[in-house]
T-cell receptor, first 117, second 108 residues
Framework: GAVVSQHPSWVICKSGTSVKIECRSL??????MFWYRQFPKQSLMLMAT?????????EQGVEKDKFLINHASLTLSTLTVTSAHPEDSSFYIC?????????????FGPGTRLTVT | GQQVMQIPQYQHVQEGEDFTTYCNSS?????IQWYKQRPGGHPVFLIQ?????EVKKQKRLTFQFGEAKKNSSLHITATQTTDVGTYFC????????FGSGTKLNVKP
């Protein structure tokens, strides 16, 4: 168990357009999901925490109006990159938190590679 | 976010050699988690440590949580080419932050 899917796996878009990325927990409910961005040869940087039924909390330096997050159900969170620019090109990964007793485990989606031309 | 530093940044070993990566925090951690990310892949959960001084083993991998709960290590005995990847530690509280990662390359 504990499978997280992400769609699309890769996307190429033109500068100025918006892109929506979906993150789904397939076999468990996740009240909390996280969105990360990873540039080449770098670590995963937390962008925001997505909480089901409430507003996402964003890390310092991440524009909430540019990276729209919606966590409408216990199995789905979406990240929309609005008015994308080439510097937004990156690998975006979501994770879903699964609670097992007092343990929190993170299960990651396969990632979405975004290229903005 | 809470800073968790990892050293070394890169490690190249000959197959069969041992490998260790260290994770350090300036503050006490409630827990530490370790992940492995293969090239082109996504992070995969390896283990969580919670108790002070805790040691856990998974085959050739040994994970340790420091007595002060400010540092942790991952040791791989007799590395194999399948161990190639980047190893991240991370801290899970209300949010989950990754360490900077250690990229391991194993020469056959």
């Amino acid at each position: 168990g504990a499978v997280v899917s992400q769609h699309p796996s890769w996307v190429i878009c033109k500068s100025g357009t918006s892109v929506k990325i979906e993150c789904r927990s397939l076999d468990f409910q996740a009240t909390t999901m996280f969105w990360y961005r990873q540039f080449p040869k770098q670590s995963l940087m937390l962008m925001a925490t997505s909480n089901e039924g409430s507003k996402a909390t964003y890390e310092q330096g991440v524009e909430k109006d540019k990276f729209l997050i919606n966590h409408a159900s216990l199995t789905l969170s979406t990240l929309t990159v609005t008015s994308a620019h080439p510097e937004d090109s990156s690998f975006y990964i979501c994770s879903a938190r699964k609670t097992s007793g007092s343990t929190y485990e993170q299960y990651f989606g396969p990632g979405t590679r975004l290229t903005v031309t | 976010g809470q800073q968790v530093m990892q050293i070394p940044q890169y490690q190249h070993v000959q197959e069969g050699e041992d490998f260790t990566t260290y994770c350090n925090s300036s503050t006490t951690l409630s827990n530490i988690q370790w992940y492995k990310q293969r090239p082109g892949g996504h992070p995969v959960f390896l283990i969580q440590l919670v108790k002070s001084g805790e040691v856990k083993k998974q085959k050739r991998l040994t994970f340790q949580f420091g007595e002060a709960k400010k540092n942790s290590s991952l040791h791989i005995t007799a590395t194999q080419t399948t161990d190639v990847g980047t190893y991240f530690c991370g801290h899970n509280f209300n949010k989950f932050y990754f360490g900077s990662g250690t990229k391991l390359n194993v020469k056959p």
